[in-house]
C-alpha cells in the first residue's frame, strides 16, 4: 500500500457523472490493460487496435511502457519496487483516462500479478470496466524475435532483471483474454479484443 504523504487535503466532488461523459462521448471507458514479455507483441497489436478503434469512431488513447518512461515515470528504473510503482502510476492514469469516458488501451510487460491485481481492484473500486489482456508468447518466439535487442543483452550480462531471463513473469491466472501472438496475425489479434469489447457492451459492433 502506498503512503498518503500529502496533508491537508480534501477530495472535491465535480458535477460531471460518469454517465453524463459517456453520453457526450457515445461510448463507455474503459482500459484493456495488455500484459506479456518483451517483444512479445503488446506493442504492435496495442498500436493496431487503438487506430482501429479511432477508424470506427471511437475516442481511445495508448499507454506504451517504453513511452511512459520518458516522461511521467522517467524517474524510476527496472528494481522490483520501481517496476510496482511504475504499473501503479499507470493504474491510476488509466482508470482517469476510462472514467472520461476514453478507451484507455496499455502495453507493459507488468511481470508481478500482484501489481496487476491492485490496478484490477483500482477500477473495480471505481466500476470502471477493466479487462486484462495476456498476450502470450513462448520465451524462445520472444528472443528470437528480439526487436530492441534487450535479450540478447541481457543473455550476455549487460542487462540485470530482465524479465524472463533472470526477472519472473507471473503468467495471468484469470485474464478476460490470452492472445497468442506465435499463432494468431495482428488482425486477428485486434478482432479478438473488438470482440470482447463488443460482448461487454463497451462498443457497438
Not at 469512431?57 to 511512459?68: F, K, S, T, V
Not at 484469470?174 to 460482448?199: C, F, G, M, P, R
Amino acid at each position: 500500500m502506498v503512503e498518503q504523504k500529502a496533508t491537508n487535503i480534501t477530495w472535491h466532488e465535480g458535477e460531471v457523472t460518469a454517465e453524463e461523459r459517456q453520453a457526450n462521448l457515445g461510448q463507455k471507458g474503459c482500459t484493456v490493460w495488455m500484459t506479456g514479455l518483451s517483444g512479445s507483441g503488446k506493442s504492435t497489436v496495442a498500436v493496431a487496435f487503438e487506430q482501429v478503434l479511432l477508424q470506427r469512431g471511437h475516442h481511445a488513447y495508448r499507454l506504451d511502457g517504453d513511452n511512459i518512461r520518458h516522461g511521467l515515470n522517467k524517474n524510476l528504473g527496472f528494481s522490483a519496487e520501481d517496476r510496482a510503482e511504475n504499473i501503479r502510476r499507470i493504474g491510476e492514469v488509466t482508470k482517469l483516462f476510462a472514467d472520461a469516458g476514453i478507451i484507455s488501451v496499455t502495453s507493459f510487460i507488468s511481470p508481478y500479478a500482484e501489481d496487476r491485481d491492485k490496478v484490477r481492484a483500482l477500477h473495480a473500486e471505481a466500476g470502471i470496466p477493466f479487462f486484462e489482456v495476456y498476450v502470450h508468447c513462448p520465451l524462445e518466439v520472444a528472443e528470437e524475435r528480439d526487436p530492441k535487442g534487450l535479450y540478447k543483452k541481457a543473455r550476455a550480462g549487460e542487462i540485470k532483471g530482465f524479465t524472463g531471463i533472470d526477472d519472473p513473469f507471473d503468467e495471468p491466472a484469470n485474464a478476460e483474454l490470452v492472445l497468442s501472438t506465435h499463432e494468431l496475425s495482428i488482425e486477428e489479434s485486434v478482432q479478438k479484443l473488438l470482440d470482447i469489447l463488443e460482448a461487454n457492451g463497451i462498443i457497438k459492433g
